[in-house]
């Protein structure tokens, strides 16, 4: 899923030790005593719909960390879960704290969106006593416009207060979104003057809004909360409802998975007192398969439907990603181009999956080798059939440069891997870590390795860095979990020994 990153940053100022409930409801304690965050109960964030996981509700503050005793972010929070272009504002609240006896003024909240319309096409307000007010968009770098900021909400601090600010954002109607996206939201920072040239930030991050269609838009669709392959078929609805005034001729209704095997994936739809097979065939758009739930049908002003679909996956089915990306999108048949779309929605079809698990090391040198921990664990509720670990190590330009081996943790034998190359990769070479189970991988089942990769020698004409990715797969091949950023993969440092450059 790609979400857009909002950062909220800041400038302005009320007097020191201010009470006021100017841009945010305020609390002051006494020293010594705990502050909690002064939350009206009328206000508290209850509306966002946790099974709904395209939603982050909540965020918590993250680096840079602020210093001991000063004044920072406590919480984030959702009060709605969704947000519609064209629809409704979108409303969330943000907790600062000041946990210090000492007071603090000229504090400064403000906001920026990664954004590809105009800056006024953003609103944003805050709640000042009981008036919304607009917050000003304008780009951070006019030359490169791409980052939207925010004028600034004022704050200061009496000493240990805790002030709570009511947030609202609204998208316009026209709001276009990348291919990917399934949400909008973003984060927050404070700075706080302290005094002989110092500035207290404090960063969260994290608030997303699932986001709907347009307002208008006569389709919607609401994915099952998870997805585990290999078991029974899980049902979701999908909706179409025509309020756009206007009635529509010959219409059909697509599905899109942007992300999984055709052959590994069943979907199908309930028609006339029975679960009908939905043909999944490629579109050419590599990863991505499609079918029709329906087709031929007219949708007068009002109409309003409910499809009942169910899907189910194999074992191999995700092919890069645990989450692909579904779309439902309402045809016009005798439309062309662009007008032959009448409304689209994305969902991320969220997939349980096998977890898989290595570390890399910073850096090594060349000749020599480095360890590296690569583990995995059957997290899911399905016994998958044998699996094992697919390793990738990319950039060695010759397969007689590495040597790789591995053993269980827990064992003393190593065992020799024989690097093959990889089709259609540069400089990519795999080795496969037998199955640890010949019967099976059931549920709950772990495992850890130690693997060792070394490099004969190196030449820095061919760069500073190795690649090192991990995947699951099964007996045929197919992938059962796959290489996602971070977790399963990592770039170690080569630093070349005088030997270890090429023979003259």
């Not at 009908?276 to 002003?301: C, K, Q, R, W």
């Not at 996956?313 to 692909?324: C, E, K, M, Y």
């Amino acid at each position: 899923m790609t979400a857009v990153f909002v950062v909220l940053g800041a400038c302005g100022g009320a007097g020191p030790g201010s009470d006021s409930t100017r841009g945010g409801t305020t609390s002051a304690t006494p020293a010594g005593t705990p502050t909690t965050p002064a939350t009206p109960a009328s206000r508290t964030p209850a509306a966002a719909d946790p099974a709904n996981l395209d939603c982050r509700p909540r965020s918590t503050p993250e680096s840079p960390p602020p210093r001991q005793g000063s004044p920072k972010i406590v919480s984030a929070n959702a009060v709605d879960c969704e947000i519609t272009p064209g629809g409704g504002a979108a409303r969330f609240q943000l907790v600062v704290a000041n946990p210090s006896g000492r007071s603090f003024r000229d504090g400064r909240l403000a906001f920026s969106y990664a954004w590809g319309g105009k800056p006024e096409d953003l609103r944003l307000e805050y709640l000042d006593g009981s008036t919304w007010k607009r917050l000003a968009m304008s780009w951070n770098d006019p030359e490169e416009p791409e980052l939207l900021e925010s004028a600034a909400i004022p704050v200061a601090f009496a000493p240990r207060q805790t002030r709570t600010f009511d947030l609202r954002v609204s998208l316009p109607a026209d709001f276009a979104t990348s291919a990917g996206e399934v949400s909008f939201g973003g984060g927050a920072s404070l700075r706080v003057p302290g005094g002989k040239g110092r500035e207290f930030l404090s960063v969260a991050r994290g608030l997303e809004f699932a986001l709907n269609p347009s307002k208008g838009t006569p389709v919607n669709l609401r994915l099952p909360h998870r997805v585990t392959p290999g078991q029974a078929p899980v049902e979701f609805p999908a909706y179409v409802d025509n309020t756009t005034g206007r009635a529509y001729i010959h219409n059909r209704l697509d599905l899109t998975i942007d992300g999984v095997y055709a052959k590994e994936t069943r979907l199908e739809v309930f028609r006339d007192g029975a679960w009908h097979p939905v043909t999944l065939v490629e579109t050419g758009t590599d990863g991505e398969v499609a079918g029709s739930i329906t087709s031929g049908f007219n949708m007068p002003y009002n109409f309003s439907r409910e499809y009942r679909l169910r899907i189910r996956l194999g074992f191999g089915a995700t092919r890069w990603g645990a989450n692909p990306l579904m779309s439902l999108a309402l045809v016009n048949l005798d439309a062309r181009g662009r007008d032959a779309n009448l409304g689209q929605v994305r969902r991320l079809l969220h997939v349980n999956l096998p977890a898989i698990q290595l570390r890399v090391p910073d850096g090594m040198r060349a000749p020599g080798s480095v360890e590296i921990p690569v583990s995995f664990e059957n997290s899911t509720s399905a016994d998958y059939p044998p699996l094992h670990v697919e390793l990738t190590i990319t950039n060695p330009p010759r397969a007689d440069w590495l040597r790789v081996r591995y053993r269980e943790v827990g064992t003393r034998t190593w065992n020799a891997l024989t690097p093959r190359r990889v089709e259609d990769q540069f400089n990519a070479w795999a080795v496969d870590l037998p199955p640890p189970r010949a019967a099976g991988t059931p549920s709950g089942f772990h495992v850890a390795y130690d693997v060792q990769v070394g490099l004969t020698r190196w030449d820095p004409e061919v760069g500073n860095l190795i690649h090192v990715a991990a995947v699951l797969k099964l007996a045929d091949g197919s992938v059962a979990s796959p290489s996602t950023l971070g977790a399963t993969n990592g770039y170690i440092g080569v630093e070349a020994g005088r030997e270890a450059g090429p023979r003259r």
